[in-house]
């Protein structure tokens, strides 16, 4: 957070929730007068517990799933189901547009840059998924809307949000830790 530049927090936050709020406001009106419809909005495991080193992109996550969930209980009363995919990390061509991302936001004299991608070798990363078990989830959130709002998809996503579910703020400090992210803050 230290070294995010505010320009590209403003971007991500255009792209990840203001663009979003705007497809929002094209499709609630039609879909509340006719009674019926569904939202699907994929966010990310990291939209319920922040990773160091990724905040400015958590942050994004974390707007997204609030207007999401105020969203659905607007909607509700008329007919409309939102629902939330929280993905881990996918296989796509978009992940190899990351390591370009870091080299223009991280200077290579960053005392952060050694955090970075530490999911590859702490076990979270172990965990890539395709995009197929993502369709099939897609799949199952469309047949069955009000089963439930949150869908995780993943194995990495499922361990982070277990993890985070599972222990109080001081034990996903020393999590976060184990993994090799920095030390847990001070105690005071």
Known sequence: MEELK??????ALEL????????YQAVATAMR????????N?????GAA???VYG?????????????????SELAPFGVCVNLLQPGLIDTPFAGKKAAQCRIRVPDDSPYRDRLDRPAYSGLGACVS???PVSEVLLQMIATPQARFRWVCGQDSENWLAARRSRDA????????ELGYGAPPPKG
């Open 50 to 52: 922040a990773l160091p």
């Open 42 to 46: 994929v966010s990310s495991g990291l």
């Open 170 to 177: 001081e034990a996903f400090e020393t999590y976060v830790t």
């Open 6 to 11: 505010v320009e590209d927090l403003k971007a």
């Open 130 to 132: 395709t995009a197929a």
């Open 16 to 23: 990840n929730v203001i663009a979003v709020l705007r497809l």
């Open 56 to 72: 400015g992109y958590c942050a994004t996550q974390f707007a997204l799933e609030a207007m999401c969930e105020a969203l659905r």
């Open 33 to 40: 007068a006719r009674g019926t419809g569904q939202i699907i």
